[in-house]
């Protein structure tokens, strides 16, 4: 972090917030000129520091999604194993993101589904047809509380 200045900082946090923002807008947020800000976020993307700029769509207006939490169990069988499943999520769309964990679960996934029924579909294809999956277990949310992938800066 220490090679980003406040001014970065601030302009994450405005773009976390709002990335359709105006650079002036930005500018005027945290004390910049919209010139500032472009140059700024030229770099802060080139950089990586911003890695994507994403549409947040609501679920509910696009037919509805069911959320589950998935803890996956790994055979044991060396770091190929991981790396093997690491790749595997990927191009998969209903894994909406996959954490490598401690504890129980050698990866904790969030599915997003249609019903109980695509979501069945989705085991077999992806859970059951990888013979590096040992067990997983599947927790239903009932409602979304808070979704957001904002990083406190």
Known sequence: MSEYDDFDLAI???????????????????????????????????????????????????????????????QRGGAHVVDNFRRSVGPVAEIQQCYYTTGDFDFMLVVSALDMADYEAFTRRIFFENSDIQRFHTIVSIDTVKAGLEIPI
Do not use: F, W, Y
């Open 12 to 74: 994450l946090r405005e773009m976390q917030r709002d990335a359709r923002q105006t650079t002036d807008v930005v500018g005027d947020n945290v004390g910049l000129s919209a010139t500032a800000v472009q140059r700024r976020l030229k770099r802060l993307r080139a950089r990586g520091a911003i890695s994507r700029e994403v549409a947040i769509v609501d679920p509910a207006i696009v037919g509805g999604r069911v959320t589950m939490l998935v803890g996956i169990v790994l």
